[in-house]
């Protein structure tokens, strides 16, 4: 018997979509599920205040100038057939590592950051450069690399613990799932996209990629459905053959090629599934999986709570010249889950507009995140607290601001901030956690055939690490096979 579908992916973020596409090129057909209204996961988008707000995106890393050559950027736009030009990149003003009676700033210029390494710690330079030619010589994105902890490799190379402090700070915040560590290829990715490579942002912000991606899913006669939410991946024998549907709640189908089925059928079948679901949450609802996953996957603990301030003003014009800013107030930097609802000591500062736009946004945004604990905001929301909490941290990110950037709460017109509930409301990550599981499934093979993991979970990180992500389980688990 013939199935529905030669592939069902699981989610509609930038792996998914990525995956999608490269695999429609090839002729198979393939659905796209997602439980929400919108695609993007983890990098999407909403509506407050009849303004458009960025969830996740404070830049895009990867980026290299049109024409690079050999850099992940250039690779996932030939694979994905995608111009460089409709990504609509504009590149940051410059960013900042600020550290008590210390800072490093960076850009998109590498030179810049060996620079101020030499000037900051110059007894460090030597092995800052070792460290560097370390990362760039290793392949991060070989799904066959067994895993190692980065601290050791760093000790190799660096004997101030201040500086690996500073250098671990924006990598963790953009892409560690681990407390106070990070696997040595994910250091790497994220080493190379943040420092040697760069952030810029698209024009019109993240909803300009994941409309590009969407539209080019459609085009290549894949479907997409949104609000259609799966209960459970069907597994015959170890094999996978297909999904059963969470029930029905206003289903919206979007495809350029229409198919005549029923909408009300509860199992789809294909041969293969991949989830981008999460590690922890796709053995959740994997038949003959479930009762495995204790003490199998690792459901993580970082996760965050940001707030968004518009302002009648540009940053720039009270001061605020950087596009990011990470910093850390306490005399090491612990990057592990918070006690409190949020842990105020570290976080990230981003200016919206401190980026080389065509024309000035609107008006001016700031954002700023910071290590969050979803128990208590989960609490929150069981006890009817929650708005009256959300405001109080709001005001206490606002008060730690301004004792590192230029006094703005008087030009705030509006603000919105999301915590960890709402991570786990809009992606069903277990614990709202942002990066998901510590334990990650580079190769993407679960233990029931067909059934792969892309993602968050696979571990690529980022917009771009994502996409690649996406791409790499379409070629080497379905295409190539």
Request: proline content about 5%; aromatic content about 10%; some cysteine.
């Amino acid at each position: 018997m013939a199935s529905d579908y030669d592939v069902i992916i699981i989610g509609a973020g930038m792996a998914g979509l990525s995956a999608g596409i490269r695999l429609a090129m090839y002729e198979r057909r393939v659905l796209i599920l997602e439980r929400h209204y919108i695609p993007g996961g983890l990098n999407s988008y909403y509506h407050k205040f009849k303004r458009p707000f960025d969830v996740g995106l404070h830049a895009m890393t990867n980026y290299v100038p049109k024409g690079t050559k050999r850099a992940p950027l250039t690779k996932l736009l030939r694979q994905l057939r995608v111009r460089y030009d409709d990504l609509q990149l504009k590149e940051q003003y410059g960013s900042q590592i600020l550290f008590p009676g210390v800072t490093l700033d960076f850009s998109n210029d590498f030179e810049q950051l060996r620079s101020e390494v030499a000037r900051a710690f110059p007894d460090q330079v030597d092995g800052f450069d070792a460290l560097t030619a370390e990362v760039m010589a290793y392949d991060e994105l070989s799904l066959d690399k067994e895993p190692i902890p980065s601290r050791p490799v760093l000790a190799k190379h660096l004997s101030d613990p201040l500086l690996i402090d500073m250098l671990y700070c924006p990598l963790m915040f953009y892409g560690s799932a681990e407390e106070n560590e990070m696997e040595f290829g994910q250091f790497c990715i994220m080493f190379k996209s943040i420092f040697r490579e760069g952030f810029a942002r698209p024009e019109g912000g993240v909803r300009t990629i994941i409309d590009l991606l969407k539209q080019k899913f459609l085009e290549l006669g894949g479907e997409l459905r949104f609000q259609r939410g799966v209960e459970r991946i069907v597994a015959e024998d170890g094999q996978v053959s297909g999904v059963r549907l969470e029930r029905e709640r206003g289903v919206t189908k979007i495809s350029s090629k229409p198919r005549p089925r029923s909408e009300s059928a509860e199992e789809i079948s294909a041969p293969v599934v991949i989830s981008t679901a999460g590690l922890p949450e796709t053995w959740a609802m994997t038949d003959g999986l479930s009762e495995r996953a204790e003490g199998e996957t690792v459901i993580g603990r970082l996760t965050f709570m940001e707030s968004i301030a518009c302002l009648d003003v540009e940053p720039k014009e009270l001061g605020m010249d950087k596009t990011i800013i990470f910093y850390n107030d306490s005399e090491r930097f612990d990057y592990r889950g918070a006690d409190d609802h949020a842990d105020l000591r570290s976080g990230v500062i981003c200016a919206t507009n401190n980026y080389h736009h065509d024309e000035p946004l609107p008006e001016g945004i700031l954002r700023v995140t910071n290590i969050a604990n979803y128990e208590r905001w989960a609490a929150e929301k069981a006890a009817g607290s929650y708005e009256a909490t959300k405001e109080s941290w709001y005001q206490a990110q606002c008060e730690k601001l301004v004792t590192m950037i230029p006094e703005f709460r008087d030009h705030v017109t509006v603000h919105d901030s999301f915590t960890p509930t709402t991570v786990k409301h809009f992606t069903a990550h277990a614990r709202g956690a942002i990066y998901g599981s510590p334990a990650k499934r580079k190769d993407g093979l679960t233990p029931v055939g067909g059934l792969f993991i892309a993602g968050t979970d696979q571990g690529f990180l980022g917009i771009v690490g994502a996409m690649l992500s996406g791409i790499s389980i379409a070629n080497a688990r379905v295409l190539q096979a």
